[in-house]
T-cell receptor
Framework: DSGVTQTPKHLITATGQRVTLRCSPR?????VYWYQQSLDQGLQFLIQ???????AKGNILERFSAQQFPDLHSELNLSSLELGDSALYFC????????????FGPGTRLTVT | GESVGLHLPTLSVQEGDNSIINCAYSNSASDYFIWYKQESGKGPQFIIDIRSNMDKRQGQRVTVLLNKTVKHLSLQIAATQPGDSAVYFCAENIEATGNTPLVFGKGTRLSVIA
């Protein structure tokens, strides 16, 4: 158990809908990272927050957004969902702001039908 | 469990043999490297890391070798066990600038034959 929690574990929704994925980092970690993992793309970095502020942005679509709250948990919002958004979404956390040793949560499996 | 990367390169080894998983990284400026293990249905798990001022680092049953000249990283697993079956990812980062995310490789599936 990495200490990072993610909810929900599974999510099934229709195209055009909006969903919110939630992540709680390890105790003491200030950075939260979001990744998308699809069968043919591997792990793709989406966005990082450090102590409430956006720190780095990767291949995140404009339809996606995230935020980190004062209690350091983070939410990833996915809107106008398309079939191609079906994937595993992982959250990871680390102590500091650099992209070093990260601890991953169990992931949320999103299926868009 | 979830199936990750159906078209990943696969390494099959006999239980008890040593495994070597290779990774070519992309950025010559990268100075920090990590190996992750991902079992079916789980998130990636940190195995071992190495910084660019080293060329070898050992952990428990694992060794990471770094060759900066050819931008190559390898993970050696000694006495491979069935529990080592997983997808292994290398990741690179420019720690010196403190502002770049980890970039993950495509992964290699290790299959241990009992």
């Amino acid at each position: 158990d990495s200490g990072v929690t993610q909810t929900p574990k599974h999510l099934i929704t229709a195209t055009g809908q909006r969903v919110t994925l939630r992540c709680s980092p390890r105790s003491g970690d200030l950075s939260v990272y979001w990744y998308q993992q699809s069968l043919d793309q591997g792990l793709q970095f989406l966005i990082q927050y450090y102590n409430g502020e956006e720190r780095a942005k990767g291949n995140i679509l404009e339809r996606f957004s995230a935020q980190q709250f004062p209690d350091l948990h983070s939410e990833l919002n996915l809107s106008s969902l398309e079939l191609g958004d079906s994937a595993l979404y992982f959250c990871a956390s680390s102590v500091g702001p650099t992209g070093g040793e990260q601890y991953f949560g169990p992931g949320t499996r999103l299926t868009v039908t | 469990g979830e199936s990750v990367g159906l078209h990943l390169p696969t390494l099959s080894v006999q239980e008890g043999d040593n495994s070597i998983i290779n990774c070519a990284y992309s950025n010559s400026a990268s100075d920090y490297f990590i190996w992750y293990k991902q079992e079916s249905g789980k998130g990636p798990q940190f195995i071992i890391d190495i910084r660019s001022n080293m060329d070898k680092r050992q952990g428990q049953r694992v060794t990471v070798l770094l060759n900066k000249t050819v931008k190559h990283l390898s993970l050696q697993i000694a006495a491979t066990q069935p529990g080592d079956s997983a997808v292994y990812f290398c990741a690179e980062n420019i720690e010196a600038t403190g502002n770049t995310p980890l970039v993950f490789g495509k992964g290699t599936r290790l299959s241990v034959i009992a």
